[in-house]
Nanobody
Framework: QVQLAESGGGLVQPGGSLRLSCAASGSVFRTYIIGWYRQAPGKQRELVARISDTGSTYYADSVKGRFTISRDNAKNTVYLQMNSLKPEDTAVYHC????????WGQGTQVTVSS
């Protein structure tokens, strides 16, 4: 079973930036579409961005132009660069396989507040 470990979250002021990392065990990681998701208190988990094994990307309208997803297959790591952060971006961020997800990791808390 692949284990996921998200990191890079924190407290940031509106307009600030953070870079999240998603590290996974197992060499098969690189063959899958990986998504970044977020879940705010009282809300359902939503897909923020995803990246295919070949680097094709998708972004939710709410983050398009502000967030960038990338991957380093040699390091089994997917990143989410978040710029121009807004208070509504506050959530726990998770990464996972887009189709038939693995067990969810702990996630990383992102709080955007002045």
């Amino acid at each position: 079973q692949v284990q996921l470990a998200e990191s890079g979250g924190g407290l940031v002021q509106p307009g600030g930036s953070l870079r999240l990392s998603c590290a996974a065990s197992g060499s098969v990681f690189r063959t899958y579409i990986i998504g970044w998701y977020r879940q705010a208190p009282g809300k359902q988990r939503e897909l923020v961005a995803r990246i295919s094994d070949t680097g094709s990307t998708y972004y939710a309208d709410s983050v398009k132009g502000r967030f960038t997803i990338s991957r380093d297959n040699a390091k089994n790591t997917v990143y989410l660069q978040m710029n121009s952060l807004k208070p509504e971006d506050t959530a726990v961020y998770h990464c996972n396989k887009f189709i038939n997800p693995w067990a969810w990791g702990q996630g990383t808390q992102v709080t955007v507040s002045s």
